[in-house]
């Protein structure tokens, strides 16, 4: 669960919204195409909350 919240706010997005898009898509989605369910994937599908944070390493 933590990597999920973690995966959608680095990605900008609203973490209980992604979750609630993802679990009202997912029974209907076809497995071979889950990586359209990932969280850079539904970027557009959903509001952005705050801009993506930038990765530093």
Known sequence: MYSLIGSAKLNGINPRAYLEYVLTHIADHKISRIDELLPWN???KLKLATPPTP???
């Open 55 to 57: 990765l530093t390493g």
């Open 42 to 44: 539904v970027t557009d």
